[in-house]
């Protein structure tokens, strides 16, 4: 698994930094593209949004692990914020995608940032990587997304759109906002509590990261989440019960959630998303911490 060099956009968040850390102990070479002036000999200059890119960074690459854009549940979705979670995404996709389908020997494989935004409300219905795009705001912004990586597909490089769950860490994301109230013994259901949601361990995440850089067969859309999605009552129940703490019983009203989250809580809270990770299963992938119970508690101890 050595001797591979592999560029990473989004290095510093919650992701990229657990994957360049997994990737350095595989003894790969990593380069990093980052947004301020590089401090360290693997990091290399990119202003996505100015269109700044020296392609040569890129030159003797084996793959490309492009993770950067706006937080989705980071600020109010007002129209501007809205843009720039579009935005964000678009202009540094297609921007490595025409670098990449330039070049003369370019990496064998692009793995591109998704969501499972894509697939709108899926109420208590399962779906897997075959199934179509939803409806709303984040499962167009996913489907422009992933429409971005098309000059490299169309170039020939491999190219995996990878359609993460709710990553939990207590590091960052959904799970770490919520610890301070589950810590309090105020944790309840959101809405009805019956909305599916699909999650994945960071380790898990990291480790089909892996796997998918080195299995050339896959391409396409992957969902990258755990085989059992589970209710926002049931999460809410084993997050309590990680944390040994009592949760109330008296769900958090919609209109609560609106009122703290805006147009984010009918996206991002309300909806229910039951996803399967089909492609991976498939293949051959074997989780780690496949079932809640262990995820949390690899979470509350990382």
């Known amino acids: 698994m050595g001797d591979m060099t592999i560029v990473v956009t989004g290095s510093s968040g919650l992701l990229g930094s657990a994957l360049i850390r997994a990737l350095a102990a595989d003894g790969r070479q990593v380069r990093r593209l980052v947004r301020h002036e590089p401090?360290?000999?693997?990091?290399?200059?990119?202003?996505?949004?100015?269109?700044?890119?020296?392609?040569?960074?890129l030159d003797g690459a084996d793959a490309v692990v492009h993770l950067a854009g706006a937080g989705i549940g980071d600020r109010r979705w007002t129209p501007a914020y809205k843009r720039k979670v579009l935005e964000s995404r678009t202009r540094g996709t297609s921007m490595l995608a025409a670098a990449l389908a330039g070049m003369g020997a370019p990496p064998g494989v692009l793995l591109s940032g998704s969501a499972v935004g894509f697939y709108g409300d899926t109420k208590d219905r399962a779906v897997d990587e075959n199934d179509r795009q939803g409806e709303g705001f984040l499962a167009d912004v996913v489907t422009q997304w992933e429409g971005a990586t098309a000059r490299a597909a169309e170039a020939g490089i491999?190219?995996?759109?990878?359609?993460?769950?709710?990553?939990?860490?207590?590091?960052?994301?959904?799970?770490?906002?919520?610890?301070?109230?589950?810590?309090?013994?105020?944790?309840?259901?959101?809405?009805?509590?019956?909305?599916?949601?699909?999650?994945?361990?960071?380790?898990?995440?990291?480790?089909?990261?892996?796997?998918?850089?080195?299995n050339e067969g896959i391409s396409g859309p992957v969902n990258v989440t755990s085989p059992e999605p589970v209710t926002n009552a049931a999460y809410t129940k084993a997050v309590g019960h990680a944390m040994n703490r009592p949760t109330l019983p008296i769900p958090t009203p919609a209109f609560a959630l609106r009122l703290a989250l805006g147009e984010f809580a009918d996206e991002g809270v309300l909806i229910g998303q039951r996803v399967l990770p089909r492609v991976l299963l498939d293949a051959g992938y074997r989780f780690s911490e496949p079932d809640l119970p262990t995820a949390l508690k690899a979470a509350l101890n990382d």
């Open 158 to 214: 491999r190219v995996v759109r990878m359609r993460t769950g709710v990553v939990l860490s207590r590091s960052g994301g959904a799970l770490a906002k919520v610890l301070p109230i589950f810590r309090m013994g105020l944790g309840a259901p959101l809405g009805t509590g019956r909305q599916y949601f699909s999650w994945i361990s960071r380790t898990d995440w990291v480790n089909a990261v892996r796997f998918l850089l080195q």
């Open 39 to 57: 401090a360290a000999p693997d990091e290399a200059f990119w202003n996505p949004e100015e269109g700044v890119l020296d392609p040569s960074v």
